[in-house]
């Protein structure tokens, strides 16, 4: 069964490392639903957010094959259930008319987002939050008329520590246990 997992690989910060995490992941069809890659609180250490959707037996491979990786100091897979997970968008909007700008504001806030962005003739709308709130609000705004639209990749940090190789499927039964 097809699952969406995020992966943390804590890295040193070197050249050719994304081309190395990449290679392992296509060379298993294993498709990047979400990309993010940062400095962390350590000098010289990345960390790489990779969200993808696969079987829970293929995700262990993949997961100890970029352990494997000389670069890698170590990695992680979780469940959306297991994080504290965000992406941003910026929604840029149509609005010919006064009443019509308030409009999209209105429901811009309802939603949680807020307005970066002014022009004579659109507005920039901002959301932070999960996968759904943000598709949710895109197709609250799609009538407007939807001139540009990006996000961000997942930015994530696990509710408890991380335990290295944990394998998500024997974690879901010790929290039965509880």
């Not at 696969?54 to 469940?79: A, M, W």
């Not at 149509?94 to 807020?114: I, K, L, P, S, W």
Request: proline share 2%; no cysteine.
């Amino acid at each position: 069964m097809v699952r969406k997992y995020t992966i943390t690989a804590f890295t040193e910060n070197s050249p050719g490392v994304l081309h190395r995490i990449n290679t392992l992941l296509t060379r298993r069809k294993v498709n990047i639903e979400s990309l993010t890659v940062s400095e962390t609180e350590k000098k010289g250490i990345s960390r790489f957010t990779i969200v993808v959707k696969t079987d829970p037996h293929l995700i262990n491979k993949v997961v100890k094959q970029i352990d494997r990786v000389i670069e890698v100091v170590e990695v992680f897979v979780s469940e959306n259930r297991q994080l504290i997970y965000k992406e941003i968008a910026f929604v840029r909007v149509a609005t010919g008319t006064a009443q019509r700008r308030v409009e999209v504001e209105e429901h811009a806030h309802r939603y949680g987002a807020h307005v970066a962005y002014v022009t004579d003739h659109d507005l920039l709308i901002e959301k932070t939050g999960t996968e759904d709130e943000i598709n949710s609000l895109y197709l609250l705004l799609e009538p407007f008329g939807i001139t540009e639209f990006v996000r961000s990749g997942r930015i994530a940090v696990r509710k408890t520590i991380a335990r290295k190789h944990k394998d998500p499927a024997a974690e879901e039964e010790e929290e039965d246990e509880d």
